[in-house]
């Protein structure tokens, strides 16, 4: 569960080394309505890591 959330993180990080993360903003912002910050960057990949991490462990 840990692995999956610190796994998110170190995605989301790894993205942003490119620039992407404020394409990914930008997208979620025009898709949503919803500005969000680079906090609300890195919780969205931690959420989908702790999910994915949650997902994979049941198999």
Avoid at 29 to 38: A, D, H, M, N, R
Wanted: charged residues 10%.
């Amino acid at each position: 569960m840990v692995i999956g959330l610190v796994f998110g993180l170190i995605v989301g990080w790894f993205i942003s080394l490119f620039g992407a993360n404020t394409l990914i903003i930008q997208g979620i912002f025009e898709l949503t309505g919803k500005e969000i910050s680079i906090a609300g960057y890195y919780t969205i990949f931690a959420f989908l890591g702790l999910v994915s991490g949650l997902l994979n462990k049941r198999h």
